[in-house]
């Protein structure tokens, strides 16, 4: 079992360019979350999503942030016009959901706004 | 959302000597996770133990629901157990989701 895998582990990008984070879960694994950690504001939840479908975004910025899972082997979050103040790691997590709501965490992507 | 606070925010100890980690939080909760992270590294799950008290070789959780608390004891510490211990809780009208608390960074000296 590879664990969750996430893609690119850093990733710079100039302000106002579009950045594009993958994830990929856990197989067999059914919920997929993403969170966003900094020294400032810690480790902050984004959105999940449960079977593919989005359950919950309430933690997403609702402008400039997206995110999509197209199949049940990956996941992306994209930011729109990226500013420095998106500068963090961003760590996807999944679980089994219903079976086991344990969530195991990638390695994060570092975003670095330039 | 859910309320957590992490004791101590820093500890330093002398190897071989043992932890006490505490994590309080706001609301009702059905999953408390135990991570670990390394400077610059990826968070590992320690311990699932929303109730009650669980063991995995030198740790050892014991969480009391009723009172919104648990602590992770680490015994006979080592240095390869340095970093920062999170202490996450989920909400019981959304159970899915993990709020984190800010850590304790935990530092053993040789």
């Known amino acids: 079992n590879a664990g969750v895998i996430q893609t690119p582990r850093h990733k710079v990008t100039g302000k106002g360019q579009e950045a594009t984070l993958w994830c990929e879960p856990i197989s067999g694994h059914s919920a997929v979350f993403w969170y966003r950690q900094t020294i400032v504001q810690g480790l902050e939840f984004l959105t999940y999503f449960r079977n593919q479908a989005p359950i919950d975004d309430s933690g997403m910025p609702k402008e400039r942030f997206s995110a999509q899972m197209p199949n049940q082997s990956h996941s992306t979050l994209k930011i729109q016009s990226t500013q420095p103040q998106d500068s963090a790691v961003y760590l996807c997590?999944?679980?089994?959901?219903?079976?086991?709501?344990?969530?195991?965490f990638g390695p994060g992507t570092r975003l670095t706004v330039l | 959302g859910q309320q957590v606070q992490q004791s101590p925010a820093s500890l330093v100890l002398q190897e071989g000597e043992n932890a006490e980690l505490q994590c309080n939080f706001s609301s009702t909760a059905t999953q408390l996770q135990w991570f670990y992270q390394s400077p610059g590294g990826s968070l590992v799950s320690l311990l699932s133990?929303?109730?009650g008290t669980k063991h995995t070789g030198r740790l050892t959780s014991t969480t009391v629901t009723k009172e919104r608390r648990s602590s992770l004891h680490i015994s006979s510490s080592q240095t390869t157990d340095s970093g920062t211990y999170l202490c996450a809780i989920d909400e019981r009208s959304n159970y899915n989701v993990l709020y984190f608390g800010s850590g304790t960074k935990l530092t053993v000296e040789p």
């Open positions: 997590a999944s679980s089994l959901g219903a079976l086991s709501y344990e969530q195991y």
């Open positions: 133990n929303p109730s």
